[in-house]
């Protein structure tokens, strides 16, 4: 394990850290990872209760730049009283691998051990990274006292996973016409379709084209879809779009303390299925709705209602 930097501010003091992934490590999948190092930012006292903290496929340890509401002192996550860990997801190159949100759990464990943390206080994670927090859980039950899952469930949902296969097809398409990068900024533009709700879009954008033929609406979803392709490598994006559709986690199997918070209008991660995980996990604390006109992107646009989800799972309020 290497430190590279540590920065100090007025509301964080964040250290990085490489960790050495053992050459033997191998993906559910049979596939080798296609790197040998973790990387991890540390927020705050090793020594204070330890949080990991993980968001969407396009998160990363960057805890401060993506979820900024929610970290920090006097924060949800406040950093007067705990210590939270950041990750990126493997891989971190423009590779493709064919991992699972477990493959991610079990890096995590092999991290945490580099770092000397036996146990976690809490795994606090929304969209992908509450997937890779439920197969934590699952995983290495001994080493998690709470577990905050925010617009995920134990399995994704059919109508999703369809969505996401017509957009590695994309990808795929224009990767075989030299053209990757507009072919991702083709699946992001669907992607974030599915992110949001219909009444919001209904609300921001009424209707009508202009003499280009395109919508409010269009011009919104280019802008986004073309932002993308500089945050993110196409080929590392199918094969987290991928590792979405792998998870497979056995509610019965988790033992922490569980809390739940599901958006109604979320497409992506539907009610009913994180009502289903409710009734099948043996130590549920709660579930809550998050209503939101903003759907699977709720976590990052409703600040208050999440901070108030957060503070009651680590607060046991």
């Known amino acids: 394990m290497r430190a590279l930097r540590q920065d100090v501010r007025p509301t964080a003091r964040w250290e990085d850290f490489l960790v050495d992934v053992p050459g033997e490590f191998c993906c559910e999948s049979g596939d080798p990872l296609p790197e040998s190092q973790l990387r991890l930012r540390v927020f705050g006292d090793l020594r204070r209760p330890v949080i990991v903290v993980a968001g969407g496929i396009s998160s990363g340890r960057c805890l401060d730049a993506w979820w900024s509401d929610q970290i920090g002192e006097g924060a949800a996550i406040d950093l007067t009283r705990y210590c939270a860990i950041g990750f990126d997801f493997s891989p971190t190159e423009d590779r493709r691998v064919r991992l699972s949100p477990l493959d991610q759990a079990r890096l995590v464990v092999i991290a945490l051990d580099a770092l000397g943390v036996d146990r976690l206080f809490a795994w606090v994670g929304a969209s992908y990274g509450a997937m890779v927090g439920l197969a934590f859980a699952a995983e290495a039950p001994e080493r998690l006292e709470r577990l905050c899952v925010i617009s995920a469930a134990h399995k994704p949902a059919a109508l999703a996973r369809g969505w996401r296969g017509v957009q590695r097809r994309v990808v795929e398409f224009a990767i075989a016409q030299g053209v990757a990068e507009e072919g991702l900024s083709l699946a992001r533009q669907l992607a974030m379709i599915t992110y949001r709700s219909a009444e919001e879009f209904s609300a921001r954008f009424p209707g009508g084209v202009g003499v280009d033929g395109r919508s409010d609406l269009d011009r919104y979803l280019v802008s986004r879809g073309d932002a993308y392709v500089s945050a993110m490598a196409p080929q590392r994006w199918l094969s987290l779009s991928e590792a979405i559709d792998r998870l ?30 409710s009734r099948r996990l043996p130590n549920l604390r709660a579930l809550h709705e998050l209503p939101s006109l903003y759907g699977h992107d709720a976590f990052l646009k409703e600040p208050a209602q999440v901070a108030a989800i957060v503070r009651s799972c680590l607060e046991g309020a």
């Open 248 to 277: 497979d986690v056995d509610p019965a199997r988790i033992r922490a303390e569980v809390t739940l918070a599901a958006c109604p209008t979320d497409q992506i991660a539907p009610i009913e299925t994180i009502q289903e995980l």
